[in-house]
């Protein structure tokens, strides 16, 4: 069974006729594979493509080397680009891109530490964005950034319905 919040997501996005795509790093598919666990993802999800080493981002995404090399690959401004490069390979409404720091060992800095999550995207083309620090084991913190990602896009889709969009 899916998160409940997937659920609620996907049933918003169903209604809505919006398409989704995904470009993960940090949660290596998990986003992915929660919203086709929901009634609707025939309906409403596109594919994911999982980009967890850097040099995936670079060659499947586009991401530029430099980009990677002055931010990090667990950066907002790698995340940024993944979800453009993930534009111009599916077609959907909403693309979101996903990295961060899950566990000891990467990137991390007392300002990016373990935890630290970036998702990144587009919704009908516009920028959405949003960085926070998890606590919790490697499963929590993933399973955290997924409600995270689902919140991010019912909040954007609540915010164009109140805006008349």
Not at 43 to 62: M, N, P, R, S
Not at 68 to 92: H, N, Y
Not at 136 to 157: D, F, Y
């Amino acid at each position: 069974m899916a998160n409940t919040r997937i659920l609620t997501c996907s049933k918003l996005l169903a209604e809505k006729e919006l398409t989704i795509a995904f470009a993960e790093s940090a949660t290596a598919g998990w986003l992915c594979s929660e919203f086709a666990l929901a009634p609707e993802s025939g309906k409403v999800l596109k594919g994911a493509i999982v980009c967890y080493d850097a040099l995936l981002k670079e060659t499947i995404l586009g991401v530029p080397k430099s980009l990677v090399d002055k931010f990090t690959p667990e950066s907002e401004e790698v995340t940024r680009q993944m979800a453009v490069g993930l534009s111009k390979i599916i077609e959907a409404d909403i693309y979101l891109a996903v990295t961060g720091l899950t566990t000891p060992g990467g990137s991390e800095t007392p300002e990016k530490p373990v935890g630290s999550i970036f998702l990144n995207g587009l919704f009908k083309g516009q920028p959405i964005a949003f960085r926070h620090v998890f606590s919790g084991t490697c499963e929590e913190v993933i399973q955290r950034t997924i409600v995270a990602a689902a919140e991010l896009i019912i909040s954007t889709i609540q915010r164009e319905d109140e805006a008349g969009i």
